[in-house]
């Protein structure tokens, strides 16, 4: 059995006042791979958002311990500082400011001291083995990248960090042919870099097909209906979500094109 790395008791969030998540429970063991799926709408990114300290949300119960500290009460810099790492699945567009000057601001935030020509080699290796085209670097960030290269800036940043938990959220839209390849290889390049520990955050199944993944959750209306081994995504593309949705638990009441 793994050390736990994430340990997520009853933790319950609202935004806008609205209540999204109800009394979750999520532990990750160090060097796990875990999925989290379930249908639009469920709450699965804004459990990404409460797990990174992202103000927009607020937490109304329920505890966060990352790497045996207790950092409910963290700001997301900390938890970032800590080896929490969240995929953006808006990227930013900062016009100006140069890829490469991005890069080395945020290795620098995390305190990792960098020599120039050090750095350069680095991200140069990195582009090379995320097939992104160096000139790319010195492109202004984000601005006109097409969606597979902002996945590549993000691969980028993942790798660049090392994070100890990477939560990536990977929603269906915008998550064409080319992206889909970059996010899957940057996964495998960060397990193999530094065995990260994952939650992928998927409906996307074969983006997954290169990963073990340990263990999978199923979220259904701001609850966890369901844990299991790597086969449960199997059930859940052959069958769907119907089953945990026709439970009768408390649920809003929707309408069938809503
Ligand atoms: P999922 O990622 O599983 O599709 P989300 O976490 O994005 O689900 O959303 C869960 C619910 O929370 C939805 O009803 C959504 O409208 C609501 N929600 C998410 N973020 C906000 C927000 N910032 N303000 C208000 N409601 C939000
Ligand atoms: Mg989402």
Do not use: W
Not at 21 to 50: C, F, R, W, Y
Not at 118 to 145: H, S, T, W
Not at 170 to 187: I, P
Not at 239 to 246: I, L
């Amino acid at each position: 059995m793994a050390l736990n790395l994430l340990v997520c008791q009853n933790l319950s969030a609202t935004a806008d006042e609205k209540p999204i998540l109800h009394q979750v429970d999520l532990t990750i063991g160090q060097g796990e791979v875990h999925v989290l799926m379930g249908p639009n709408g469920a709450g699965k990114s804004t459990l990404g958002h409460v797990l990174m300290g992202n103000p927009t949300y607020t937490m109304t119960g329920g505890s966060i311990e990352f790497d045996g500290t207790d950092i409910t009460e963290l700001a997301p810099d900390k938890r970032s500082q800590a080896g929490l790492f969240l995929s953006f699945q808006a990227p930013v567009e900062i016009p100006g400011v140069p890829l490469r000057s991005f890069l080395r601001a945020m290795v620098e935030a995390h305190g990792t001291k960098v020599k120039n020509k050090e750095f350069k080699r680095r991200i140069q290796e990195l582009a090379r083995e995320l097939d992104m085209d160096p000139a790319y670097l010195d492109r202004e960030l984000g601005v006109g990248f097409s969606g597979g290269e902002k996945k590549k800036v993000e691969m980028l940043q993942l790798l660049l960090l090392k994070p100890k938990l990477a939560i990536l959220d990977e929603t269906d839209s915008g998550l064409d042919v080319d992206a889909l390849s970059v996010v899957s290889r940057g996964m495998e390049l960060y397990r193999e870099s530094c065995e990260g520990t994952l939650l992928v955050i998927t409906h996307n199944t074969r983006i997954l097909e290169h990963l073990n993944v340990d263990r999978v959750h199923v979220m259904v209306a701001g609850r966890m209906a369901d844990e299991g081994p790597a086969s449960l995504i199997d059930e859940i593309d052959a069958q769907g979500f119907e089953r945990y949705e026709n439970e009768p638990a408390e649920q809003p009441a929707r309408s069938i094109d809503g």
